[in-house]
């Protein structure tokens, strides 16, 4: 119950957050962009990049479970609150979210459920490969102007504060599942929110989650290496 209320307590914090460092963002369809990621869920590859830091592998499925369920119920309500009346078309992200996040998260669950681990490997290698290109596709549809400036700013800010709210949240947890918590809070799904600015503001609005993708993905394995060059440190006794 603890990680669940620290998740929704995480998911509420990011949605904030964004919708702050919006102020750095010029007018246009980029702030919407960044809007989403607030209401995105926990990027999926913290299940295999926490565990690198020293996360808890269960915890962090049942945050990506838990804040993917959330975004699904309330991301359509959220975006329009926060847009500030701008109008959302609730029809399409809902559609949206069923075809990216639900359909295929439960064909993975059950897919994987039969698999053996060597296949499992490999098909971790190749969701990584996806991922990658996801990334390429995404950032390609920006074209970078001075208005991305204030764009980058914004989503390092979003980045760092997350990681701030998910360090306090932790505490609330035992150790590894801390761990888990600080890079679930600090790591929103890029394609997700992708789908959800295209499908609310259109394309344009989705440009700017590409750069995102790339700054949550150096994060997440920086934080990863950061935290287990640490826990594998020689100690000096006193």
Do not use: C
Not at 61 to 69: D, E, K, N, P, Q
């Amino acid at each position: 119950l603890r990680l669940l209320g620290v998740t929704v307590a995480g998911s509420s914090a990011a949605a904030g957050i964004a919708w702050i460092v919006l102020l750095l963002v010029a007018a246009g369809p980029l702030p919407f962009g960044v809007l989403a990621v607030g209401v995105a869920p926990v990027e999926i590859a913290t299940l295999g990049v926490a565990p690198l830091g020293g996360g808890d592998s269960l915890a962090s499925g049942v945050m990506l479970i838990a804040s993917t369920m959330l975004t699904a119920l309330f991301a359509g309500p959220v975006m329009a609150l926060l847009a500030g009346g701008t109008s959302v078309r609730l029809g399409n992200l809902v559609l949206t979210l069923v075809v990216v996040v639900v359909s295929p998260f439960a064909a993975g669950l059950a897919i994987r459920s039969h698999l053996g681990p060597g296949v499992r490997k490999r098909a971790s290698l190749a969701a990584a490969v996806a991922v990658t290109v996801l990334v390429w596709l995404v950032a390609s549809q920006a074209h970078l102007s001075d208005a991305y400036l204030g764009v980058v700013a914004a989503l390092a800010l979003l980045i760092l504060a997350s990681a701030a709210v998910g360090l306090a949240l932790a505490r609330f947890v035992h150790v590894p599942a801390g761990r888990s918590v600080l890079f679930a809070t600090s790591m929103r799904d890029f394609a997700i929110a992708s789908g959800i600015a295209a499908a609310a503001f259109g394309a344009a609005a989705a440009a700017p989650l590409g750069l995102y993708g790339i700054m949550v993905m150096l994060w997440g394995t920086g934080l990863a290496g950061t935290l287990q060059r640490r826990a594998t440190a020689p100690r000096i006794a006193d």
